[in-house]
């Protein structure tokens, strides 16, 4: 049976609208991808609101295009500046005579670490485990069948901003679509670009836009640490604006041309003269130090925020960058990884279309709609099963 899935992600700087197809042969074939440039937001909310809407309707009416279909229900990606993420850790008893756990002690420890967001304010949009852990075992992702008299979980919640969700649900309402379900971008991309192994290990991925920068620290399934920090890669493109007294747009050519870290004698960055007037070059020597205070800068917070705010890595944890911010200049992870004090890659390629790091989170978005709906269809999993498939049909992904 072949379903269509359309999603939207709000990005800093251009909305994406997704449509694949899921079947038995295909888990997810991209059909659509519609594209609008707009304005963003930070984290006080949308930055030109009286603009949004006209910027939804082009990004959705792109994807109808394309993929032949008019869209009438649509799933949402909560951005990473209007999340809040909140890991806990909470022990269960277990009971009988020769006391196992079983898929009921999952859902109980769910039900407890739920308690505990009582009086946090938002909407509950993704929960998930870093680990369970049986008397003082070792860590594990699969509990179901063990033997013990405790069992031990840490379990992250992420926790939709109302605002976002309202907003988005009534504009949606407003152009006759209706909102099939909410869901962390952040996550899913956290998912799709960083293997079991390094999840296992606790890793970082960060993702540099253009407004802001996620930093995202995860362990097993689960994210145990967000933050977003309120610069990117137009804090890059602005400074050039500014200190060379050129316009945005030429800031950005010359921002996308720089290499980082490859000396070029005599290398010039030309910017076209405007009605016919004469154009005007820089030399590296005139670039180079804008653009690397500003990135040192963003650089130094990423670390503040890695080491002193969530000093959650250990010797075999990596890092991850993806994003448009910086993945697109040559020797830029390699720059970053010099002032980080440990190595930097880019995420992998997960798929043969829209590979660009720029598109990231809306493919992270869509491999988490679909893995969720692959779930839903299925029984959940009882003592023999995965508790992944478990806990994946007990909460929606």
């Known amino acids: 049976m072949k379903t269509t899935v359309a999603a939207i992600d709000f990005g800093t700087s251009k909305i994406v609208t997704l449509v694949a197809e899921n079947s038995g042969s295909q888990r997810c074939d991209i059909t659509a991808a519609g594209v609008a440039k707009y304005d963003g937001y930070l984290a006080e909310g949308w930055n030109n609101p009286g603009m949004l809407d006209e910027a939804i309707r082009r990004s ?17 990606g909560v951005p990473g500046a209007f999340i809040r993420v909140y890991a806990t850790k909470v022990t269960i008893s277990l009971k009988g005579t ?48 063990m033997k013990g008299r405790e069992m031990t979980a840490f379990i992250s919640f992420v926790v939709g901003n109302r605002f976002f969700i309202d907003d988005v649900t ?32 606790t890793s970082v991925l960060i993702d540099m ?37 050129i316009s945005l747009s030429a800031a950005e050519d010359i921002k996308r041309q720089f290499v980082y870290g490859i000396e070029t004698s005599g290398e010039t960055f030309e910017v076209p003269g405007a009605d016919g007037q004469k154009g005007t070059s820089f030399t590296r020597e005139q670039v180079k130090p804008i653009l690397c205070r500003e990135l040192d800068e963003i650089a130094g917070q990423i670390k503040e925020a890695i080491e002193d705010d969530f000093g959650g890595l250990g010797n075999w944890s990596s890092i991850f960058i993806t994003g448009g911010g910086l993945c697109f200049n040559r020797g830029g992870k390699e720059y970053l990884s010099g002032k980080l004090g440990r ?21 992270g978005l869509m491999d988490l709609i679909i893995d969720t709906i692959e779930q839903q269809r299925q029984p959940a999993a009882g003592a023999g099963g995965k508790i992944r498939d478990f806990f994946r049909s007990l909460l929606g992904g």
């Open 60 to 76: 959705i009416a792109d994807a109808e295009e394309q993929a032949g279909i008019k869209i009438r229900e649509i799933n949402v």
């Open 98 to 145: 020769d006391p196992r756990v079983t898929s009921a002690d999952v859902k109980a420890a769910f039900n407890k670490a739920a308690e505990n967001l009582s009086s946090m304010p938002g909407v509950v949009i993704h929960s998930s485990p870093a680990w369970f852990m049986v008397d003082s075992g070792k860590k594990t992702l699969e509990p179901v069948g």
């Open 170 to 201: 009534n504009r949606m309402a407003d152009q006759g679509i209706a909102v099939a379900g909410f869901y962390s971008t952040t996550a899913g991309e956290a998912m799709l670009y960083l293997n079991e192994q390094d999840r296992d290990h």
């Open 209 to 245: 836009g253009y407004l802001n920068t996620e930093i995202i620290g995860v362990e097993g399934d689960a994210i145990i640490y967000h933050k977003v920090l309120d610069v990117g890669g137009g804090d890059l493109a602005v400074a050039l604006a500014e200190d060379l007294d």
């Open 343 to 363: 190595p930097v890659q880019e995420t992998p390629r997960r798929t043969t279309k829209l590979n660009s790091h720029s598109f990231s989170s809306v493919l």
